[in-house]
């Protein structure tokens, strides 16, 4: 048997490519969009790609599914679970629970696995010629190495109501149906550590049933129901917005997009007119260099491994965007795009250089220390904002901060003054200046930035109120 582990740091996203060696066949489960990854994991090792399989319908991330069966000619194989809600629509073949498909010598056995998702399934593997027992489960995002799927996603982030008390109670049957498996099966998740699909994953790749079984919360309530959904409800972080259209996008009949886009460099004339016309220029430079001078309007989203989750809360699909980007990070960035769905991009600027050469004046962030913050709070016309998410909030802040979660500041304006100065952070300093970038866009003046942020406040030993 052949198996490999495919990673996408940026969105914590797990794929997995699993090959019969001696039939020369393979299969790849919930791939993301940029496909050409498989493609060459198949050419390298003589496989044929017969299978594509999906664990759910995501919300995360835009499935590449549809894009690899039409450029191998493999089959789809997707959850035909969960009602009539939640079927895809478009042509595949249908699994139910007990299912079972056979990649030459190995057998996927389909287990309806609901409470994440009403439709999620997961995949335990046989190696028939290794042994007649089990020895793997992919699980996507059902079970997490030391969490579990969230079920709250379809109510927050797709707004269906009623939802996630619902599937938290069928996530605590699941549950228990995985707890019975055989100790030594490996689990293979969908997602790791920095996932917005649950709130407490861990970092290493793979774990097994016994061990999930004596570190996992989830199985710490064998007896008690109420108190499981309570704790799996609670504290969780805020989904982004695109979450809402990727679950539309990866159940719909959508147009593919089956290769890399190549971007195209735009006249510095036409970024202007665009951003007079609303259009957003996303500077994708390190935010000391967006601090140290930047084109005025535009937005600051680094190309770090946050930069799709961040684009995904501030752009608008169906509409054109800009990236101010080096030729040299384009390749990285339109495939993080694209992996939520994001390819309407009318071009790039490399550099602010010609905008400055053409007698442009670049706008700067004005940054200040820990001791300056602490002049400033309590202050009559100082307002501090704490753009961290509700639980950061929620566990230390300084004292008087009034709490605006940066993914939600644009249609929370209202919470910030107009008057006066304000300051703005979060833990490390990123999403201060993300939102600096959203208020000045907005018209916003006076605004300063606490580089340090959360982070150098309590490496000072500064107080915090929670």
Same mark, same amino acid.
């Given at each position: 048997?052949?198996?490999?582990?495919?990673?996408?740091?940026?969105?914590?996203?797990?794929?997995?490519?699993?090959?019969?060696?001696?039939?020369?066949?393979?299969?790849?489960?919930?791939?993301?969009?940029?496909?050409?990854?498989?493609?060459?994991?198949?050419? @390298?090792?003589?496989?044929?790609?017969?299978?594509?399989?999906?664990?759910?319908?995501?919300?995360?991330?835009?499935?590449?599914?549809?894009?690899? =069966?039409?450029?191998?000619?493999?089959?789809?194989?997707?959850?035909?679970?969960?009602?009539?809600?939640?079927?895809?629509?478009?042509?595949?073949?249908?699994?139910?629970?007990?299912?079972?498909?056979?990649?030459?010598?190995?057998?996927?056995?389909?287990?309806?696995?609901?409470?994440?998702?009403?439709?999620?399934?997961?995949?335990?593997?046989?190696?028939?010629?290794?042994?007649?027992?089990?020895?793997?489960?992919?699980?996507?995002?059902?079970?997490?190495?030391?969490?579990?799927?969230?079920?709250?996603?379809?109510?927050?982030?797709?707004?269906?109501?009623?939802?996630?008390?619902?599937?938290?109670?069928?996530?605590?049957?699941?549950?228990?149906?995985?707890?019975?498996?055989?100790?030594?099966? @490996?689990?293979?998740?969908?997602?790791?550590?920095?996932?917005?699909?649950?709130?407490?994953?861990?970092?290493?790749?793979?774990?097994?049933?016994?061990?999930?079984?004596?570190?996992?919360? =989830?199985?710490?309530?064998? @007896?008690?129901?109420?108190?499981?959904?309570?704790?799996?409800?609670?504290?969780?972080?805020?989904?982004?917005?695109?979450?809402?259209?990727?679950?539309?996008?990866?159940?719909?009949?959508?147009?593919?997009?089956?290769?890399?886009?190549?971007?195209?460099?735009?006249?510095?004339?036409?970024?202007?007119? =665009?951003?007079?016309?609303?259009?957003?220029?996303?500077?994708?430079?390190?935010?000391?260099?967006?601090?140290?001078?930047?084109?005025?309007?535009?937005?600051?989203?680094?190309?770090?491994?946050?930069?799709?989750?961040?684009?995904?809360?501030?752009?608008?699909?169906?509409?054109?965007?800009?990236?101010?980007?080096?030729?040299?990070?384009?390749?990285?960035?339109?495939?993080?795009?694209?992996?939520?769905?994001?390819?309407?991009?009318?071009?790039?600027?490399?550099?602010?250089?010609?905008?400055?050469?053409?007698?442009?004046?670049?706008?700067?962030?004005?940054?200040?220390?820990?001791?300056?913050?602490?002049?400033?709070?309590?202050?009559?016309?100082?307002?501090?904002?704490?753009?961290?998410?509700?639980?950061?909030?929620?566990?230390?802040?300084?004292?008087?901060?009034?709490?605006?979660?940066?993914?939600?500041?644009?249609?929370?304006?209202?919470?910030?003054?107009?008057?006066?100065?304000?300051?703005?952070?979060?833990?490390?300093?990123?999403?201060?200046?993300?939102?600096?970038?959203?208020?000045?866009?907005?018209?916003?003046?006076?605004?300063?930035?606490?580089?340090?942020?959360?982070?150098?406040?309590?490496?000072?030993?500064?107080?915090?109120?929670?």
């Amino acid at each position: 048997m052949f198996f490999q582990h495919v990673y996408d740091r940026s969105l914590a996203q797990a794929s997995y490519v699993i090959g019969c060696q001696k039939a020369g066949l393979a299969a790849v489960i919930d791939p993301k969009r940029d496909v050409d990854t498989y493609l060459e994991v198949a050419r @390298q090792n003589g496989f044929r790609i017969t299978h594509v399989m999906e664990t759910h319908i995501h919300a995360d991330f835009l499935s590449g599914a549809r894009e690899l =069966a039409a450029l191998t000619g493999a089959a789809l194989y997707l959850s035909d679970e969960g009602g009539p809600d939640w079927e895809y629509e478009f042509e595949h073949v249908g699994l139910r629970d007990g299912d079972t498909l056979n990649v030459g010598n190995i057998t996927f056995e389909v287990l309806h696995t609901p409470g994440h998702t009403p439709e999620s399934i997961s995949f335990l593997l046989t190696d028939n010629p290794a042994s007649p027992e089990p020895v793997m489960l992919f699980t996507g995002d059902f079970v997490f190495v030391g969490d579990i799927g969230r079920p709250d996603l379809l109510e927050k982030a797709a707004g269906i109501k009623g939802t996630q008390e619902a599937g938290a109670h069928t996530m605590y049957r699941s549950i228990a149906r995985f707890a019975a498996l055989p100790d030594h099966i @490996q689990v293979w998740p969908g997602h790791g550590a920095g996932s917005a699909c649950g709130k407490a994953l861990g970092a290493v790749p793979s774990s097994t049933v016994g061990y999930e079984k004596i570190r996992n919360w =989830a199985f710490r309530f064998p @007896q008690d129901e109420a108190g499981f959904v309570s704790y799996l409800l609670e504290d969780q972080p805020e989904p982004p917005r695109y979450f809402a259209m990727m679950k539309r996008l990866n159940k719909v009949d959508r147009p593919l997009l089956t290769a890399v886009p190549a971007l195209r460099r735009l006249p510095l004339a036409e970024v202007e007119a =665009a951003m007079a016309a609303g259009m957003v220029l996303i500077d994708t430079r390190p935010k000391a260099e967006f601090a140290k001078g930047h084109i005025p309007g535009s937005l600051n989203i680094q190309g770090n491994n946050a930069f799709a989750t961040w684009a995904g809360w501030y752009l608008d699909y169906g509409k054109p965007f800009m990236l101010l980007a080096d030729e040299s990070t384009h390749d990285d960035l339109t495939r993080k795009l694209m992996r939520i769905g994001l390819d309407d991009i009318l071009g790039y600027l490399p550099s602010p250089s010609e905008y400055v050469a053409n007698g442009g004046r670049l706008a700067t962030v004005e940054v200040i220390d820990a001791d300056q913050v602490r002049q400033l709070v309590g202050q009559p016309d100082v307002q501090v904002v704490d753009l961290r998410g509700t639980t950061e909030y929620k566990s230390g802040h300084i004292a008087g901060a009034d709490h605006v979660f940066v993914g939600t500041l644009p249609r929370h304006l209202d919470r910030v003054r107009r008057d006066g100065r304000v300051v703005l952070l979060c833990q490390g300093g990123d999403r201060a200046t993300i939102g600096h970038s959203l208020l000045a866009r907005a018209g916003y003046q006076n605004l300063l930035n606490y580089a340090g942020s959360m982070n150098d406040w309590l490496g000072k030993g500064f107080p915090v109120v929670s």
